[in-house]
């Protein structure tokens, strides 16, 4: 399970449909709470790979930078986050190979024409023989909103709750 706020899920869409047609990657930072990670910064990294419409990579340099700053703010790093323009959310055999933290939250968020169609996550619980991802439950929370709004409070798997205005 990953928990994101309502804001740093936003943070994660608008970066991904300002990269279409390319793909946008970046790093969530908080803390692993029971029987998942909760995000509380969300942090853009640059795409540097050769074919950046179809894949991604992030610097190394970059990461290790990344690494210490999330550190000196108690915070650790608890998933990545990449977009696939017209593709679906469904990781690819390529994600999974270049995949190598353990216990970390991979969502991957699909632009269709600029815009937004799902956002979905993936946890890597081992590697080696048994390596796969397992879809994650992705909680959006609300928790800044006035009570009265309390019930939009979560969404499950990205899909973006509709206010029921009747
Ligand atoms: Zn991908």
Not at 123 to 148: H, N, R
């Amino acid at each position: 399970m990953i928990v994101l706020p309502e804001a740093h899920f936003r943070a994660v869409t608008e970066h991904a449909s300002a990269a279409y047609p390319e793909e946008c990657c970046g790093a969530l930072l908080g803390h692993r709470i029971d029987k998942g990670r909760k995000v509380v910064d969300v942090v853009r990294c640059r795409n540097v790979h050769d074919t950046p419409t179809t894949r991604y990579a992030i610097d190394p340099a970059e990461l290790i930078a990344l690494q210490r700053k999330a550190r000196e703010r108690d915070l650790e790093i608890v998933g990545f986050y990449h977009s696939h323009p017209d593709r679906p959310s469904y990781a690819s055999r390529t994600d999974l190979e270049e995949a190598h933290w353990l216990d970390c939250s991979y969502v991957i968020a699909s632009v269709e024409n600029g815009s937004i169609a799902q956002v979905r996550s993936f946890e890597l619980p081992a590697v080696g023989d048994d390596k796969q991802f397992i879809e994650e439950p992705l909680i959006v929370s609300y928790t800044e909103v006035k009570p009265a709004e309390k019930r939009f409070s979560s969404a499950q798997f990205g899909r973006i709750p509709t206010p029921d205005l009747s």
